[in-house]
């Protein structure tokens, strides 16, 4: 892969999983879908997400400032 394609899913990914988390998208989406009682498991999955795209989006920043190709 090059640096852009880490760097586009890194900030896809990230931006994405900070409105799921720091917004009511998913509780309300999981309300509307009768799946309320799953609510408490977001933060077990969202977070971690969460810090994966973040670090995909920092390695992509850093094969691209060294100009590195996979």
């Known amino acids: 892969m090059k640096e852009n394609s880490f760097f586009k899913v890194g900030l896809v990914g990230s931006v994405v999983m900070a409105i799921c988390c720091f917004t009511p998208v ?3 989406l999981f309300g509307v879908l009768g799946l309320s009682a799953f609510v408490y498991l977001l933060d077990m999955v969202l977070i ?5 795209f973040v670090g995909v989006l920092a390695y992509g920043v850093y094969l691209k400032k ?3 190709v996979d």
């Open 48 to 52: 971690p997400m969460l810090l994966f």
């Open 26 to 28: 998913l509780v309300l």
């Open 66 to 68: 060294n100009k590195r």
